[in-house]
């Protein structure tokens, strides 16, 4: 079974930054679609960045585009959130997911295998 584990998270000013990471465990995940997503209390969860096996493309929420960078190091089994220029509406729990395969990264409903999450604070 896929097992993710997320870290980097934490309070942070409103301008900061903050790097995620996400390493697979028990599974390499170098096939699969990854992913961010974030959820804020009292709200639904978001999808915040997307990216196919090979790193070749990627997807973000029109709320983090130019701010976030989503990557992965496959021989590493982790994938990466590069969070700069925060604000305080990204205050979220940060939960990394991966798809059940390699294709149509961008449908969301194929992401299966979730982390725990880590939480992001940005104060004003």
């Known amino acids: 079974q896929v097992q993710l584990v997320e870290s980097g998270g934490g309070s942070v000013q409103a301008g900061g930054s903050l790097n995620l990471s996400c390493a697979g465990t028990?599974?390499?995940?170098?096939?699969?679609?990854l992913g961010w997503f974030r959820q804020a209390p009292g709200k639904e969860r978001e999808r915040v960045a997307a990216i196919y096996p090979d790193g070749s493309r990627t997807y973000y929420a029109g709320s983090v585009k130019g701010r976030f960078t989503i990557s992965r190091d496959n021989a590493k089994n982790t994938l990466y959130l590069q969070m700069n220029s925060l604000a305080p509406e990204d205050t979220a729990m940060y939960y990394c997911?991966?798809?059940?395969?390699?294709?149509?990264?961008?449908?969301?409903?194929?992401?299966?295998?979730w982390g725990q999450g880590t939480q992001v604070t940005v104060s004003s």
């Open positions: 997911a991966a798809a059940r395969d390699g294709d149509w990264c961008f449908d969301f409903s194929r992401y299966m295998y």
């Open positions: 028990r599974y390499t995940y170098s096939r699969n679609c």
